[in-house]
């Protein structure tokens, strides 16, 4: 993964053990049937719905985006939009923090030439 980039490997293992310290939902097939379950009962694209899926799998009570409607729930969580005007910061702990990363893989077509 890195040795065609030459990256040192230090700053990539201090990265993955900043990473280690969040909870993550991984992406398996109960988040992925969940996600598509949100997308098709909200009406929101897979990856928004995805992201939801994710956040409720974790107990997430809110998500702060400006993507989505301010004030809805979804499911068990609400977004806010911290750039509403009548958005006011939360007084309690935030609960889990939420960190997504999806990577999207093409496969290689074999009827395909190109190799």
Request: net charge neutral.
């Amino acid at each position: 993964m890195t040795r065609n980039a030459r990256v040192p490997m230090s700053p990539v293992f201090e990265w993955l053990d900043q990473l280690d310290s969040y909870r993550c939902a991984a992406i398996d097939v109960a988040l992925l049937k969940l996600g598509i379950a949100f997308s098709a009962r909200y009406r929101l694209s897979y990856w928004d719905g995805a992201m939801m899926a994710a956040a409720e799998t974790l107990g997430a009570r809110v998500i702060y985006t400006e993507d989505l409607g301010h004030g809805q729930v979804y499911g068990t969580v609400r977004c806010e939009n911290p750039f509403e005007d009548d958005w006011s910061a939360p007084k309690t702990a935030l609960g889990p923090i939420i960190a997504l990363s999806f990577t999207t893989y093409r496969a290689k077509d074999p009827r395909s030439d190109n190799r």
